[in-house]
């Protein structure tokens, strides 16, 4: 069984902001598998189906980005799901807008989201897809930079964005982390 989380906040207010980059992969990978999440379990929108013959777990956790720690840790812990087939998906400032990187595993750096996904899991053995959302001008505060959304003109290309990272989280989990990063980290 594999776990794909894509991190954002609940509800309306955040919706299409650039902290919910996570979410928005995992809806554009809801639909290309077929897979709704519609329930609500371990502090979490979840929904099962397949990739080939593997089961897998798309979830937007509900406990707000500083907390996704739990509800990870929670449905990992529930499903017994090893760190290496938990593949989180998240927006990150030290990438240019609208580029995807995947790491193997790797250290939280600044997000608070991936802070607590680390510290509750107790590792930061885990695969990731990266959704660059660019740096904030210096003249912004980072909180209200991550919270706002995206200027019109870069809308298209976050979709371009959203679209790679489903498709890198598929490949992740039909073909494994080596292979997803060569054809997706290249783009």
Not at 32 to 54: C, H, M, N, S, T
Not at 74 to 95: C, G, H, N, S
């Amino acid at each position: 069984m594999y776990l794909i989380a894509g991190l954002g906040n609940p509800g309306v207010k955040y919706a299409r902001t650039r902290h919910n980059a996570g979410f928005e992969v995992v809806e554009k990978l809801s639909g290309l598998l077929r897979i709704l999440p519609q329930r609500q379990k371990f502090d979490a929108l979840l929904g099962e189906g397949r990739v080939g013959d593997k089961r897998v777990i798309l979830a937007q956790p509900m406990t707000y980005m500083n907390e996704s720690g739990r509800a990870i840790c929670a449905i990992a812990r529930f499903y017994k799901i090893p760190p290496e087939r938990i593949l989180v998906i998240y927006d990150d400032i030290d990438l240019p807008e609208g580029k995807v990187r995947i790491r193997a595993k790797g250290g939280p750096g600044t997000h608070n989201g991936m802070r607590s996904i680390v510290g509750a899991l107790g590792t930061q053995n885990f695969p990731r897809v990266r959704i660059g959302v660019g740096a904030p001008p210096p003249q912004w505060n980072l909180v209200d930079y991550v919270l706002g959304g995206y200027p019109p003109a870069s809308r298209a290309e976050m979709e371009l964005a959203f679209a790679a990272g489903a498709e890198a989280a598929r490949c992740f989990v039909e073909n494994g982390i080596d292979i997803a990063m060569n054809r997706y980290n290249t783009r």
